[in-house]
């Protein structure tokens, strides 16, 4: 299992060390903190929105996981979005680059 396969299958997972027990962000296959082995888990959720703009009527942000695991996708909800809000993941994958869907919690 790695970070890109479980993309494609329509799953987010990171990285979290056994050894320090940290989660590992950007995901690798190695601990970036001690070198230790990582296990491959579902983040958990839900997230805060760090930052959101929009453009022709598509809403982006910056949702971030888990206090220290920041990513960048597209906002599906209609509703009022501001920084601070809780979002979860709609949808993700993985096509050339990481593809992010986020709405609401």
Known sequence: MNFF???????FVIAECT?????VWPP?????????DV?????KEPGILVECSAKDGKKFGIVEFEGTIRVIGTI???????????MRVDQC?????PRFTFSAA
């Open 93 to 97: 994958g993985y096509d050339s680059t």
């Open 39 to 43: 296990l491959w888990r579902d983040v």
């Open 76 to 86: 599906s909800d209609n509703s009022e979005i501001t920084p601070g809000k809780k």
């Open 19 to 23: 050894r320090c027990h940290k989660a």
């Open 28 to 36: 690798n296959d190695f601990c970036r903190f001690c070198f230790g």
């Open 5 to 11: 396969e479980e993309l494609k299958r329509g799953r």
